[in-house]
């Protein structure tokens, strides 16, 4: 049995108490679920790029990606549809500003992406198109069949909280495919130590199967965190029952990993404070978009993670198919460079 290297410990909050235990002492569950074949489930990571510093991070976290994952990288340049077409009762030539903009950005997108090609090895393609940013990004993640897409989060948290949807977030609604959150101020380069939140109420296993290949190729070092508001006894047998579960794949797996419970009526910022205490570089959540009438105000468990500065935020979600219809007024350009 792969014997972690972790130290074990008890943590006590007045909002949470975490224990780990160690791998000998949990009872794997029978399941007859199983991890898939090792196989990496990420085939075409897509980013966006505006060219500020935030956003070559975001690019910088994708190309690591993909040289890990043998993925295809698109890059899409979005301008926003209100800079290229005039406002009502103002005249512009639109003809001459699409150019002067089509001319600056292509040569640009065309340099970034003959750089990826030759110096980073990786198969790129760049796209350039104008619209709204957030549903244009969707709908070109839709029909290039992306299986993740990556997005740098914002320099600070609105002064409204949560009221209005920051545009990871607003990302994540509209997508066909999990999102990756970067952290605007950092570049990641690997994911080396890893929080995956477990909730009965998600679909862990499946979040296991997509993340695997993530853990594995980044030699991650996972803590299973189970997440509960009210400790019951079928509750909390459920959740030990699917930690268990987790912590056999990846013995199997050979990962790394120490597991404990969270009884805590703020499983967000439980959540945030550990990945401090670990000094986490990612965190692997089931991606959620409900809110309650309480959530409407002060956010939910995915909105309280997605925008944190010290580390990203992997939202998984099952992969559907496009449902989008694409749009007559959208403009593309793409460039492929072998």
Do not use: W
Request: net charge neutral; proline share 4%.
């Amino acid at each position: 049995m792969y014997k972690c290297p972790f130290r074990f410990g008890i943590i006590l909050d007045f909002r949470y108490i975490m224990i780990f235990e160690a791998i000998g002492t949990l009872q794997p569950h029978i399941s007859h679920f199983k991890p898939k074949i090792m196989m990496s489930l990420i085939k075409k990571i897509i980013v966006t790029t505006d060219f500020s510093e935030k956003s070559l991070n975001a690019v910088h976290t994708a190309i690591q990606m993909c040289q890990r994952h043998g993925a295809e990288l698109h890059l899409l340049y979005v301008v926003e549809t209100s800079k290229v077409f005039p406002v009502e009762g103002i005249l512009a030539p639109i003809a001459n500003i699409n150019d002067e903009i089509m001319e600056k950005d292509i040569f640009m997108l065309k340099e970034l992406t003959r750089s990826i090609n030759e110096d980073k090895g990786i198969a790129c393609t760049c796209h350039h198109k104008i619209g709204f940013p957030v549903q244009t990004l969707c709908e070109t993640a839709s029909e290039l069949d992306c299986d993740l897409v990556v997005v740098a989060t914002e320099n600070e948290e609105s002064s409204l909280g949560f009221l209005f949807d920051s545009a990871a977030y607003q990302v994540l609604k509209n997508a066909n495919c999990s999102v990756l959150a970067v952290p605007a101020e950092k570049r990641l380069a690997s994911f080396g130590n890893v929080i995956f939140p477990v909730r009965t109420k998600n679909d862990v296993v499946g979040k296991y199967n997509f993340s695997r290949a993530i853990l594995k190729l980044n030699h991650a070092k996972v803590v299973m965190m189970g997440l509960l508001s009210k400790p019951t006894k079928k509750m909390d047998r459920a959740i030990k029952d699917l930690l268990a579960q987790l912590g056999q794949f990846m013995e199997e797996d050979l990962i790394p990993y120490v597991s404990g419970v969270i009884v805590s009526n703020d499983p967000a910022s439980s959540t945030k404070e550990a990945g401090e205490h670990y000094e986490t570089d990612l965190i692997i959540i089931n991606a959620s978009t409900k809110r309650n009438l309480v959530q409407f105000f002060a956010g939910n468990f995915t909105q309280r993670l997605l925008n944190r500065k010290e580390f990203a935020v992997l939202c998984y979600k099952p992969k559907r198919q496009r449902t989008i219809p694409q749009q007559e007024n959208t403009f593309s350009t793409q460039m492929a460079f072998g």
